[in-house]
């Protein structure tokens, strides 16, 4: 795990259909966006607003997607479920962390993908459902 000040100076988000205000904290232990919706044991954030955006809009739930701006309060480390061999190099700046995030402010204008690109992402992690692959949680 990376530690926070080595990180200060980047700006992340969570993408998510909960409706959260600065200050709140995104704690790990709701059920996952994926696979079983088990609960998870991490939170998850990225560097990049695309990545947020996947997340806000795949997020289970009612309501419009939401992108928070937060801060890790702990540690952060690569999240293996989108590093390693399947993007080596973490090019989508995607992290996680077992230590709560701080919400400190909301993206308000964010255009989301096209519908097109949502259908074949969802047909994509159906599919994944299907072959019974899970999120990496270890």
Do not use: C
Not at 29 to 49: I, M, R
Not at 92 to 105: A, C, E, F, N, W
């Amino acid at each position: 795990m990376e530690a926070i000040d080595e990180q200060i100076s980047q700006q992340f988000y969570h993408g998510t259909k909960a409706d959260l205000k600065p200050g709140e904290l995104i704690v790990p232990g709701y059920h996952s966006n994926y696979g079983k919706q088990k609960k998870a044991a991490y939170v998850y954030l990225t560097a990049t607003l695309d990545a947020a955006i996947w997340g806000a809009e795949l997020a289970l739930g009612e309501g419009a997607g939401r992108i928070y701006i937060v801060e890790p309060t702990g540690p952060i480390a690569d999240d293996p479920n989108l590093t390693d061999k399947k993007y080596p190099g973490n090019p989508t700046k995607s992290y996680r962390s077992k230590d709560p995030l701080r919400v400190i402010g909301e993206v308000m204008d964010w255009n989301g993908h096209s519908p097109q690109e949502l259908k074949t992402m969802k047909d994509n992690l159906e599919r994944l459902k299907q072959l019974g692959v899970e999120a990496i949680e270890d």
